[in-house]
């Protein structure tokens, strides 16, 4: 048997481990097949669970290219090109909880989220996406931060401090660190 979600179709993202090294998780997309995070044993590469997001508006824009992140209590963390945060069951693949970006009212900008997310020491993660928003979550119940600044505006980002705007694109492509 393959470790590969379905015949012929490949992996597009980079890939994690559990914390205990027993599971190995990965995403892919491009191919209608394939628009899911899998997990596979790492002894024998079988696969032990498939996550493919249903009842979403992103039907065919669940690309994962983002790494995996696994949190201190197993929960994996995947972001889609649907602009959706998936909190999965690191041991079954079980959706925990969902966050959706908002859509773009100009339609300039797709909502997709391409980079992984960063955990915190207290028990959050910092997620951001094309909209350019920075937000935080709690990891356990997806509950959004929002007091000491939270979320970070595209708009306060692109200004500096006095107010004159910096950039144009409020894109972020790039993955949150935590100090």
Known sequence: RTPVP???ASFTGSPSLS????LLYVGCGWDADCEAVTALN?????????????G??????????AKPTVADNGTVLVC??????????????DERWRFVEAHDPTGDYA???????ALTNDGHLIFTSN???????????????RQGGWPIDPKLRAN???GRPQQRDPIIFSAPIVD
């Open 6 to 8: 379905s015949e012929g």
């Open 160 to 162: 500096d401090s006095v």
């Open 80 to 93: 889609d090109f649907g602009g959706y945060l998936f909190a999965l069951d690191g041991e079954t693949g």
């Open 56 to 65: 979403t508006y992103a039907a065919n824009m669940h690309t994962f290219w």
């Open 111 to 117: 909502n997709e989220a391409w980079s992984s997310v």
């Open 42 to 54: 790492t002894r024998s590469g079988h696969k032990v669970w498939r996550f493919a997001p249903s």
């Open 19 to 22: 914390l205990d090294g027993a």
């Open 131 to 145: 909209l350019g928003w920075i937000r935080k979550f709690r990891v356990s119940d997806g509950a959004q931060v």
